[in-house]
């Protein structure tokens, strides 16, 4: 599992960029760099948010969770021996939305796997000692002092680019509910958050792009609230020897670097959530993620398998 950053993994957003048909209500744009990825957001309003304020919460998240600055939250806690480490109220949140989608997806959205994949130069290039693999190595807990993760080896590790663009998604939509914007569109390195609807009164579109057919959609999304979360493998890939590697790692008896699931799309209330579900979809590899599929009423999801009949499955609740 994990290993994201830099991917939009098809991803396609529609509507106008700029003034609405409305002399009160316009679209006010913003985009930028962060993460390793792209930034697009879209507020509908009479007077404009603050820019500076919508950097500095996308900005504060990259600095908790990115493994490319060994002074961020996640390094702290990933150079640390083993032992107990006090950490912030939104690490602690996004710690435990991942162990959540670790149980629930029985092990294939699993962030201590991830930095196998930095090995392969697909992430940081940090030197490492042996990797101990297994979220149950990790655990977290609460006192009147606050937040505590236990880490039970010195050489095991947590990656969370399956993750982090999700919750950065989030923390951008909390923030402008706060504010009271309640019109927007948000998009971090291909995860998405809608809220409301355009100044002519019309849905927001998200266009879900066809990787073997990049000029046509396997599905266009219009909603007024929802969050919607993709992930890939077709754009970032390398060969290795006789095969080809991926920047998610499937967590099976042999750590697998190439599942053949091509494309996940998964649409959920909260980014953060739909964010790991994808990324747990490709670590599933095509089989297991199919069965998922069939037996999931509570999600939107689409699979497009690497395969040699292209097997496709989409569900809707």
């Not at 699993?110 to 655990?139: C, M, R, S």
């Not at 609460?142 to 923390?171: M, P």
């Not at 939509?173 to 009164?201: C, H, Q, T």
């Not at 991926?246 to 959920?268: C, G, Q, R, Y």
Request: net charge neutral; hydrophobic share 40%.
């Amino acid at each position: 599992m994990i290993r994201k950053n830099g991917l939009i993994a098809g991803v396609v957003l529609f509507g106008t960029l700029i003034n609405s048909c409305s002399s009160e209500q316009k679209i006010y744009y913003y985009e930028g760099y962060v993460m390793g990825t792209t930034y697009h957001i879209k507020v509908v309003a009479s007077t404009p948010p603050n820019p500076t304020a919508i950097d500095s919460v996308l900005f504060y998240v990259d600095t908790l969770l990115t493994a490319y600055d060994t002074s961020s939250e996640l390094m702290r806690v990933n150079l640390s021996s083993a032992g107990t480490l006090k950490v912030s109220p939104d690490f602690a949140y996004v710690f435990n939305a991942a162990k959540n989608v670790w149980h629930e997806s029985k092990g294939a959205f699993d962030p201590t796997v991830g930095p196998l994949a930095w090995q392969h130069g697909f992430g940081p290039k940090v030197k490492l000692d042996t990797i101990i693999t297994g979220f149950e190595n990790f655990y977290l807990i609460q006192t009147d002092s606050g937040f505590f993760v236990i880490k039970t080896h010195d050489n095991v590790y947590l990656d969370f680019g399956g993750i982090a663009k999700g919750y950065g998604v989030d923390k951008v939509a909390w923030y402008l509910l706060s504010k009271g914007y309640k019109n927007f569109m948000i998009e971090v390195g291909g995860e998405v958050r809608i809220n409301g609807k355009k100044p002519d009164g019309t849905m927001w579109k998200i266009g879900i792009e066809n990787p073997y057919k990049p000029e046509s959609f396997l599905k266009i999304i219009a909603d007024t609230a929802l969050a919607i979360a993709t992930s890939g493998t077709y754009r970032q890939k390398k060969q290795e020897g006789n095969r080809k590697i991926t920047h998610i790692v499937a967590k099976d008896d042999t750590f697998e670097l190439s599942p053949d699931v091509i494309l996940a799309m998964v649409t959920d209330t909260s980014c953060t959530y739909a964010d790991a579900w994808a990324t747990a979809l490709i670590a599933m590899g095509c089989k297991r993620a199919i069965d998922f599929v069939r037996n999931n009423t509570r999600k939107e999801i689409i699979v497009l398998c690497d395969t040699t009949s292209k097997d496709y499955i989409e569900n809707k609740p």
